[in-house]
T-cell receptor, first 111, second 118 residues
Framework: GNSVTQMEGPVTLSEEAFLTINCTYT??????LFWYVQYPGEGLQLLLK?????DKGSNKGFEATYRKETTSFHLEKGSVQVSDSAVYFC?????????????FGKGTTLS | GAVVSQHPSRVICKSGTSVKIECRSL??????MFWYRQFPKKSLMLMAT?????????EQGVEKDKFLINHASLTLSTLTVTSAHPEDSSFYIC??????????????FGSGTRLTVV
C-alpha cells in the first residue's frame, strides 16, 4: 500500500539556519505530494504541493521538489524563523477522485 | 476559501458514555469526508472515509461499531465514539474534499477535537 516516511524529530535550529526535513514515499501509481503544517493549538494547513515529477512546490520561503527517481519530497527553507516552529507533515494522495484520502507521515516537530 | 468547522474543540466524558463530534463544510458541498486520529507522537491515522448517503469505509483495525460515522447531508458528517474508554482519548480531525478547488487539491481540515475520557 501507499505510505510516507519522514524523518523523526524534533528538529531544533537557530534562527536563520537552513532547514531540511526528509520525506520519502511508497506508492503504486503516480501520487500527488504535499507538505502540511500544524502550528501549536491549530489545525492542519496546506504549506505546498506538487502533482507530478520534477514539480517544485513553494510557499512562505519553503520549497520541495518531487523526485520520482528517489521517491522523495524533501522540505527545505533557507533561513528559518521562530514563527516557523510547528509540526510538519508530508502526505500523498493518488488520483483526484473524491474518495481518495491523504496519507500522512508521522510528522516532524521543528523548534 | 473552503472552510471546515469541527465541533466541539474539546470534550471530557466519563468512561462508558458516548460522544458525538460534528464536521461541517461551510461553503462547499462534500460528498466525501475523512476522519483521522492523531496520536501523542503526532502521527495522523486515517480512520474512515465518510460517504454522503451511504456507509462509511473503515480502515483496517478501526472498530466500526465503536466509531460510528454518519454522513447524512452534503455538508455534515458526524463521528460518535460509543462506550468511550480512556484509551479512546485522542485528537480527532476531520477533513472534507472540495474537488472543485484546484489550489489546495481540495483538502480542508477541521481544527480538531481533543477527547479526554476519564
Amino acid at each position: 500500500g501507499n505510505s510516507v516516511t519522514q524523518m523523526e524529530g524534533p528538529v531544533t535550529l537557530s534562527e536563520e539556519a537552513f532547514l531540511t526535513i526528509n520525506c520519502t514515499y511508497t506508492a503504486t501509481g503516480y501520487p500527488s505530494l504535499f507538505w502540511y503544517v500544524q502550528y501549536p493549538g491549530e489545525g492542519l494547513q496546506l504549506l505546498l504541493k506538487a502533482t507530478k515529477a520534477d514539480d517544485k512546490g513553494s510557499n512562505k520561503g519553503f520549497e520541495a521538489t518531487y523526485r520520482k527517481e528517489t521517491t522523495s519530497f524533501h522540505l527545505e527553507k533557507g533561513s528559518v524563523q521562530v514563527s516557523d516552529s510547528a509540526v510538519y507533515f508530508c502526505a500523498l494522495t493518488e488520483g483526484n477522485q473524491a474518495g481518495t484520502a491523504l496519507i500522512f507521515g508521522k510528522g516532524t516537530t521543528l523548534s | 476559501g473552503a472552510v471546515v468547522s469541527q465541533h466541539p474543540s474539546r470534550v471530557i466524558c466519563k468512561s462508558g458514555t458516548s460522544v458525538k463530534i460534528e464536521c461541517r463544510s461551510l461553503d462547499f458541498q462534500a460528498t466525501t469526508m475523512f476522519w483521522y486520529r492523531q496520536f501523542p507522537k503526532k502521527s495522523l491515522m486515517l480512520m474512515a472515509t465518510s460517504n454522503e448517503g451511504s456507509k462509511a469505509t473503515y480502515e483496517q483495525g478501526v472498530e466500526k461499531d465503536k466509531f460510528l460515522i454518519n454522513h447524512a447531508s452534503l455538508t455534515l458528517s458526524t463521528l460518535t465514539v460509543t462506550s468511550a474508554h480512556p484509551e479512546d482519548s485522542s485528537f480527532y480531525i476531520c477533513s472534507a474534499r472540495d474537488v472543485g478547488d484546484r489550489r489546495s487539491y481540495g483538502y480542508t481540515f477541521g481544527s480538531g477535537t481533543r477527547l479526554t475520557v476519564v
